[in-house]
């Protein structure tokens, strides 16, 4: 183990992953848990570490400044997803994450959700419901919306994206998931097979703070006979790299391809990563405004203690 968790010994973690976007869990209820950027990137590093692409800490909202503000309006909110990406930094959300962070204190026993009901979980992108569905988990993850509404509406992009094996650059279109993304579509498998996202895509201009990329091939047809819009997808994601999938990315990918086919386009979507197949579904929220409910997996791996290194 990396000097840099070598204090940390005793901790214990659970590790567990979404469609294997995979994640470091500790059950913290008051907060103090190490969230430092070395640490973090420590514990998450695959070679020294436990390895994961993010650390996620699951404390009572109570024992944060970001969760007392959201129990003001959202007292069933007792539980806040402090999330951080693998080099260490925090990010607004994760939407595999949060349906790992439901199961995962469904399992430690510290929240309930009864069939047919839903969990209220803090983040700093606002409260996320989750519910059951079929073998995994469903979140309402709230509105999605451009992060250039003028460009993005006008052109159907906003940016121009650089990636590694492409010779051309490629339009962007930045959508926020409560998170930064920016969306490229692509003609053909073959490009998106040939692509390097072991180097970070150079976005212009890129979104004030940062994005995750998503390279998306829409099926052909893109709606099949069941009415569901179908897309492929590989993300780089901002503080990680390329993984296995992202749910939040996923949402993007599936709002921009639905923005781009025009307004038949469906409402539900399934969209193919790496690590396997999420559900995108898109409904009237209850202010008026569109959401976006992301379904998939949830998976707990082991549970473990943290060694001091020696
Ligand atoms: N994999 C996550 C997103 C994690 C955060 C992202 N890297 C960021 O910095 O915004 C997901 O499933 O949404």
Not at 165 to 192: C, F, K, Q, W
Not at 206 to 222: A, F, Q, R
Not at 264 to 278: D, E, K, S
Not at 288 to 304: K, N, T, W, Y
Request: hydrophobic fraction near 40%.
């Amino acid at each position: 183990m990396d000097a840099a968790v070598a204090g940390s010994s005793g901790l214990t973690f659970t590790k567990g992953h979404g469609t294997g976007n995979d994640f470091i869990l500790v059950l913290d209820p008051d907060g103090l848990a190490p969230t430092d950027g070395p640490f973090v990137a420590a514990l998450c590093d695959r070679h020294r570490g436990i390895g994961a692409d993010g650390y996620i800490r699951a404390v009572r909202s109570s024992s944060l400044p970001e969760g007392r503000a959201l129990l003001q309006t959202e007292p069933a909110a007792e539980w806040f997803m402090d999330y951080r990406n693998g080099d260490g930094s925090v990010s607004e959300m994760c939407g595999n994450g949060v349906r790992v962070f439901a199961h995962f204190l469904l399992q430690m026993s510290v929240a309930h959700l009864p069939e047919g009901g839903e969990l209220a979980i803090g983040t700093r992108a606002g409260v996320k419901r989750v519910a059951r569905s079929g073998d995994g988990y469903a979140v309402d993850m709230g509105p999605w919306e451009f992060i250039v509404p003028d460009a993005a509406v006008s052109r159907g992009m906003d940016s121009l994206v650089a990636v590694g094996g492409l010779d051309v650059d490629r339009p962007g279109l930045s959508i926020s998931m409560g998170n930064p993304h920016t969306v490229v579509a692509l003609a053909e498998y073959e490009e998106l097979g040939r692509t390097d996202l072991n180097r970070a895509p150079v976005v212009d201009p890129v979104p004030p703070l940062g994005t995750n990329v998503e390279l998306v091939v829409p099926s052909d047809p893109l709606v099949g006979d069941d009415g569901v819009g179908r897309l492929t997808m590989r993300v780089h994601e901002r503080g990680v790299g390329e993984t296995q999938s992202c749910g939040t990315g996923a949402c993007a990918a599936a709002a921009a391809t639905r923005f781009w086919a025009g307004p038949t386009a469906p409402a539900q979507w399934l969209v193919t990563v790496p690590g396997g197949v999420v559900g995108v579904t898109f409904f009237d929220g209850p202010e008026g405004r569109e959401h976006v409910q992301l379904s998939g997996p949830a998976v707990l791996v082991a549970h473990g203690t943290l060694l001091n290194g020696s």
